[in-house]
């Protein structure tokens, strides 16, 4: 058997380097043949000194001239927005696994679409805001698209062998993030700190806030809708703090399938690449007896809006579930740099979203205008908001 | 598409009555063509009325004769043990439910198998007892087995779609039975109305007490043993009190796959009778707010001994099998005509295990042979011990 040839956009992060352990641990499986990442030059100069990719990108101009005086060989050096694409296209690639952080995923995933490649498919963003221009593609060029995050992968796993017609409801689990039983006055005025505490999953920043005001789930929800074709109704989010169960699917004869175990990333990496086969990977065992106890709960959508907005959006499909994506984008990265409130997050994303004219069947270019439109309005807002509270002091 | 012809062995039991109210939910794919009773005469006239299948049996040979003075037409009246398997065999059914309780089910079932049947198997000690005869017929005549226990139901469920060569470990789940957390001494002397006592499944006699020593699991792995061809040490128990998880399944990448839901037999039942397929069944639906938690604890099988002496059998496979189920058998009725101790029971049947000599690739005969040799011991063992008490007082 040949080895799987595998391009990584976003190799230096979270995703990308538990990508680079799995294939670590299967070096006659796996053969990793482009990388790319944001900025970080140190760290990817390393992973070029190790797997000898054909092909790297920087999308940091200047970082990637200072690569290429670095650079020995044959190795190609692409840089910008234009070299992620033409890394997300690299001939002799089997698998894409896009990691990159926030929606400059969806324009390199459709180039890989296009270019007929298998996507494991890390970047949230990419179905949020281009599900429908996104899955007409793979479904136009025949490209398998497979779930990386920890949910998607469950419930991929979880109809193996099943007819997706079958599905009575989607049950996404969601761990309820560092803010679970709170109420809405509860989070006035909770720091950076607090909401960047995540209980069970240690992640980037952008995701570790949306984990804590549930937008995280919001976003999962748009994406098994994608990813499953099921509609929005049939998928329901539980709270379940302990995140041993990943999710589930209950079928139309009343059995649920679950998917669980160890918080490892590198089990859905993993079963992205191999899928359907499942080979060894060496993840520490879960432990039924010290686990204990799962626990659920109902999550409480007045106080975490961003779920309701979330659920809201899948339902009405089209630009407005961009414009929820682009609108939080803009809103948390204000919150990160303390610029704003917690709660700002989701009163402004509220006023976006209703302020939008929704387009229901968007072309790639409706869908890149909405999210312009969504980013400029909810700056806006929000510095009106940051006015007036300066005023009141 | 042509109705699923039915033959019920059992059907006037707790899985054949479900299995007929899965049928009544299901009028135009499901069609009963045979009933089979021991001798519950009135339940089984009710039900000819309501299903006029083609042939009928009463095991119990004079009740039989009552039967065929009420029925009319051009229904055949069976009797006897040659009536069940002539039951079994009967020729314009596609799937043979087997529902009798205890080892009479061996026979039917080999009966259903050289028929080429497909084969909902509901009789545990089938497998544990004649496992590899079973099997062996089972693949020599390319009759499907499906399970219908609940725990093996899940297993099945499980695996859709996967391969079995990839499975680490399969994990059943045991409620615990109403004695969970207590020590050997303090199951000296506990009554039959505390053993039947069953906190999650209400279940015959026989099982309730099965579960409250444990052997129901020690069946259970015999039985997941050979449905799935792995080796004992694959298989684990887990104490999971709340019995919402009906089982699961490790793979060698970590991930776990578990099929849980609603106490509802209907279910597995139903599954038995459509898989791949799913069809709408009418049971309870799930609700995981309401289930609050799910728990989990380690066998004590110092204490539970047959739990043991279950997972020790399937390791040795061959007759020792088949001691074990037919030792049980012998001493749980006694212990249900309050002739022995419930303690009496493991102990026992440890003494009949010690004292059989293992034949590990038994012909149909060796089996019927340690049966009768396993009866025979346990009921000397337990004379001895009841006389021992007897003496003593």
Redesign the interface.
Known sequence: MNAQRIGILGSTGSIGTQTLNVVDQHPREFLIKVLTAHSSLDLLKTQIEKYKPEAVCLVDEAKADELKKHVKGSIHVLSGYSGLDEAARWESVDTVITAVVGNIGLKPTLEAIKAKKKIGLANKETLVSGGPVVMEAAKKYGAEIVPIDSEHSAIF??L????VK?IEKI?LTCSGGPFRGKKLHELEGVTKEQALNHPTWKMGGKITIDSATLMNKGFEVNEAMWLYDVTADKIEA?I?PQSI?HS?V?????????????H?MR?PI??AL?H??????N?P??D??H????????PDMETFECLKMGIEAARMRGTVCCVLNASNDTAVEAFLKNEIEFLDIQHTIREVMNAHKNVHHPTLEDVLSADKWARKETKEILMQKTDLRKNKV
Chains 1, 2 share one sequence.
């Open positions: 796993q979880c193996k062998g099943e007819n079958e049950i539980v379940h169960i589930m209950e079928f139309v004869d009343g059995s649920i399938i679950a998917q669980l175990g160890t490892d089990i993993q079963y191999t359907p086969k499942r080979i060894p990977l993840v065992k879960f039924f007896v686990a204990k106890q799962f626990t659920f709960e109902k």
